[in-house]
């Protein structure tokens, strides 16, 4: 197996395999590791070394860049680096390093999502952890992190119904739309209809549907 490194711009060195383009890292690690000072490995167990190291290394710098446009759970991270065509393995020892040097932290992820979207969006606690979910922090962490929140789901919809969705108020047709919206932010009809009730926002023909 033949090695060539060139130098590129902006501190990376790109890594060639038998004259094919394989692999892009940084300066300082590639000139700090023992493989900048190989150009043959014919031994294939240190072939095998050689790829794991250097492969992660490649994850690694992947994976900082995408958390450079935003955070990300350690799940969704390894999603877009196994798509983008790394290898799984090597994604796996990239993100732990990733973890280790705290670049990656669920439980950090999961509470900067949870506050966002009850201040932007004001979204009930059901709503929440299904946002989280989705986004790939495990069940345990979310429900980890949502006991530190305390949530007012009747007060929180009162709030939406006067302000987002106020001018909606009296017409049967945009109160429908409300409920359906207020749905989808994971409140309960229970709820909905207590704070429609609360603020005078329902009609008379609405609950007689």
Known sequence: MKIEAKAGRMNKVHISIDDEYKYTVDAEYWYSCPWCRVSEITDSEKQIEFLKDVGSRYAFISGLRALSYGDNSRKTLRTKLVTKGHVPEYVDIALDKLEEYGYIND??????LT??????KHM????IKQELLAKGV?????ENVLQ??????V???CELLNTKYKRYAGDEKGIKKTVAALQRLGYNWSDIKSALQRTGFETEDFYND
């Open 115 to 120: 506050e966002r979207l009850i201040s932007s």
């Open 138 to 142: 495990d069940r345990e962490t979310a």
């Open 124 to 127: 009930s606690k059901r709503g």
């Open 155 to 157: 007060d929180a919809v």
């Open 107 to 112: 439980t950090r992820f999961a509470k900067y």
């Open 148 to 153: 530190e929140y305390e949530f007012d789901n």
